[in-house]
């Protein structure tokens, strides 16, 4: 499976960003999927996961409330929403498809992993 994440980019603080991640195989749609990110000189960290159906989400508390996933299985994509963006959002946000068809926020229930997507948010 290989998947590409886009929709990162600079913002400002206050502002939204919608980022997409597209997986090359149909067998993704019955997995999880879920976004993490990695400041510089941080470990990485959960923001958000799906279910198989999309009848679960989770959601990491930095960003709880302030973000949606959501997926189409149709076409392979899972999007995340992001709202009211803070300086601290600033990283690579990573896209993952897990092991299972439950969304898991731990990092080794993902098999597979885009090439991730920078977001930058201004003060």
């Known amino acids: 499976v290989q998947l590409q994440a886009s929709g990162g980019g600079l913002v400002q603080a206050g502002g939204s960003l919608t980022l997409s991640c597209a997986a090359s195989?149909?067998?993704?749609?019955?997995?999880?999927v879920a976004w993490f990110r990695q400041a510089p000189g941080k470990e990485r960290e959960f923001v958000a996961g799906?279910?198989?159906?999309?009848?679960?989400?989770l959601y990491g508390d930095p960003v709880k409330g302030r973000s949606t996933i959501s997926r189409d299985r149709v076409n392979n994509n899972v999007t995340l929403k992001m709202n009211s963006l803070k300086p601290e959002d600033t990283a690579v946000y990573y896209c993952?498809?897990?092991?299972?068809?439950?969304?898991?926020?731990?990092?080794?229930?993902?098999?597979?992993w885009g090439q991730g997507t920078l977001v930058t948010v201004s003060s």
């Open positions: 993952a498809v897990g092991r299972s068809s439950i969304a898991t926020s731990g990092d080794k229930g993902y098999a597979y």
């Open positions: 195989r149909r067998t993704a749609s019955n997995n999880a």
């Open positions: 799906i279910s198989w159906n999309g009848g679960n989400k």
